[in-house]
């Protein structure tokens, strides 16, 4: 029979679907790589969600493992390269959570631009008046750009044009030159532009070595006075303390984060003690609905692969030999 190790539970009905498939199941006691590492000398698949950081040494103390598969769309959390070696595919899930996040991001930029956080604080200080201070603003014609232009961003872009009137712009530099969609949009040919002209900036990219803090003081300082940042993506790509001092400043508006570069970030984190940030805990994917269809795709690609068949979604598909 062989064997999956889940390093957190996942949703119940894709626990179903692989005990249906005949597989053991088994759930590491913490999520902590070195507690995982305690459940692999057997295993034949992993399944890892965000709160595991699945090393080189874990993935090589796994002397059967035949796939790793992660809920989500990223897979910064497992050494890919280590997996690559020992030609281990890596299955990850980039269709679950689209919708999902791009529902929240969509509802930090409303959030922003009402300044929702700021009333809601006032009211319950009995402090009515704030209605004369802050005056929210409207989204029609206000620019939105996009720092990556995936599916998530893409999403993103259809909401706030067709529903809001906004005007789109994005800066890509590894999307195709052909790409069509059914609204308007301006492709940008410099970060630092993008950040120039835009009312709203919101991030899409994967976190890679590249992008690494891509986000700093000299992207901030380009930012239109009153203008607003929001990353659903991943922590990391900002530098945090640039970020806070941006907010402190009055640089920028305001910004919402549901990622951060430290998870759950440290007691001393500057941002923590900012008044014009939304903070949520990398929660966007996490609704009902995406919980679930994470869980199922990724147990769906172990089942591929422990099948003796070519799952859909692999991460490191042109690196090994499946």
Known sequence: MKKVLLSQEIHKDAISFLKEKGFEIFTASSPEDEIVRKYVA?????????????????????KQLKVIART????????????????????????????SVAEHTVAFILALS??????DAAVRSNNFT????????????????LVGFGKIGRKVA????????????????????????????ERVDTIYKLFTISDFISIHIPFTKENYHIIGSECLKKMKAGAFLVNTSRGGIINESALAKSLDSGM???????????????????????????????????????????????????????????????FNRDKINL
């Open 252 to 314: 920028i508006s305001g910004a919402a984060l549901d990622v951060f570069e430290d998870e759950p970030p440290k007691p001393d984190n500057p941002l923590l003690k900012a008044e014009n940030i939304i903070l949520t805990p990398h929660s966007a994917a996490l609704t009902k609905e995406s919980s679930r269809r994470m869980a199922l795709h990724a147990a769906q690609g172990v089942a591929d692969v422990l099948e003796g068949k070519t799952p859909k979604w692999v």
């Open 72 to 99: 989500g769309a990223g897979v910064d959390n497992v050494d890919v390269a280590a997996a690559t070696e020992k030609n281990i595919p890596v299955c990850n899930t980039p269709d679950a959570n689209i919708d």
């Open 42 to 62: 057997d295993i034949d698949a992993i399944i890892v969600r965000t709160a595991t950081k699945l090393s080189r040494d874990t993935i090589f103390a796994a």
């Open 158 to 185: 259809g909401i706030c044009s067709i529903c809001f009137s906004m005007k789109i712009k994005f800066f890509d530099p590894y999307l195709s030159n052909d790409i069509q969609d059914n609204f308007s949009f």
């Open 114 to 119: 009402k300044y929702l956080f700021k009333m």
């Open 130 to 145: 704030i209605r004369n201070s802050y005056l929210p603003m409207d989204l029609e014609g206000k620019i939105l750009g």
